[in-house]
C-alpha cells in the first residue's frame, strides 16, 4: 500500500513539474494599430504587453495596458485615452482563447495558425478568430499576427467632425517571444 501512495506521489509531481514546463510567457510584446485616411495616418504602439501561452491545452492570453500606446502626437494620445478608449474606466484590453491547430511545441517549425477566442475591448468582449504565424526555433517560440478591428464593433465611437481623420477599421499588428515559464 504504501508502494502505491509513494508511486502516486511521484507520479503528481512529474504532472506538476511536466505542467509547469508547459507555460510559456512573454513580456514586454510589441503590438501596434494603424489608422490610414486621406486626411491623416494615425499610430501607436505599446511595448508593454503579456501573453502566456499553456502548451499542453493550446491556449493563449494576452493582455495590453491600453494607456501604454505612444503616439508621435501627444495630442493623439491623449484623445485615443480619454474620447475613444476611455483607458481610465478600460484600463486593458484582453484575448482569451486557443490555438485551433496542432501543435508540437519540443519541434522547430513556422506554421500559420488560428487562434479563437474572446477578444475585450473597451468594455466589448467580442468572439473572433484570427490567424498569425508561429515560429519555433531553438527552442524559441515567436507569434507574430496582423488582424483588423471594426471600431464599432467595440462601441468606440469617433465624433463626425474627425471622421476623416480616423478609420473605422483599424489594422493590429504585433509579435510575442515566449519562454518557459518557471515558478520562483
Known amino acids: 500500500m504504501m508502494k502505491k501512495i509513494l508511486a502516486?506521489?511521484?507520479?503528481?509531481?512529474a504532472t506538476q513539474v511536466s505542467d509547469a514546463q508547459s507555460v510559456l510567457l512573454a513580456t514586454g510584446g510589441k503590438v501596434s494599430f494603424f489608422s490610414e485616411t486621406p486626411m491623416e495616418n494615425i499610430?501607436?504602439?505599446?511595448?508593454?504587453?503579456?501573453?502566456?501561452?499553456?502548451?499542453?491545452?493550446?491556449?493563449?492570453?494576452?493582455?495590453?495596458?491600453?494607456?501604454?500606446?505612444?503616439?508621435?502626437?501627444?495630442?493623439?494620445?491623449?484623445h485615443f485615452n480619454e474620447k475613444y478608449v476611455e483607458s481610465e474606466k478600460f484600463p486593458k484590453s484582453l484575448f482569451k482563447g486557443k490555438i485551433n491547430e496542432a501543435i508540437n511545441w519540443s519541434?522547430?517549425?513556422?506554421?500559420?495558425?488560428?487562434?479563437?477566442?474572446?477578444?475585450?475591448?473597451?468594455?466589448?468582449?467580442?468572439?473572433i478568430t484570427e490567424t498569425g504565424k508561429l515560429t519555433i526555433k531553438n527552442g524559441v517560440v515567436i507569434l507574430d499576427f496582423v488582424?483588423?478591428?471594426?471600431?464599432?464593433?467595440?462601441?468606440?465611437?469617433?465624433?463626425?467632425v474627425v471622421t476623416q481623420s480616423i478609420a473605422e477599421t483599424i489594422r493590429v499588428s504585433?509579435?510575442?517571444?515566449?519562454?518557459?515559464?518557471?515558478?520562483?
Open 8 to 13: 502516486a506521489i511521484v507520479l503528481l509531481s
Open 174 to 184: 504585433g509579435s510575442f517571444t515566449y519562454k518557459p515559464y518557471e515558478k520562483k
Open 43 to 78: 499610430d501607436a504602439t505599446s511595448q508593454s504587453a503579456t501573453s502566456v501561452i499553456t502548451t499542453s491545452t493550446n491556449s493563449i492570453q494576452f493582455t495590453i495596458p491600453v494607456r501604454t500606446f505612444k503616439f508621435k502626437k501627444a495630442l493623439m494620445e491623449e
Open 107 to 127: 519541434r522547430d517549425t513556422v506554421a500559420t495558425v488560428t487562434a479563437t477566442g474572446v477578444m475585450d475591448l473597451h468594455g466589448v468582449n467580442k468572439m
Open 147 to 160: 488582424f483588423m478591428i471594426a471600431l464599432r464593433d467595440y462601441s468606440i465611437e469617433v465624433p463626425k
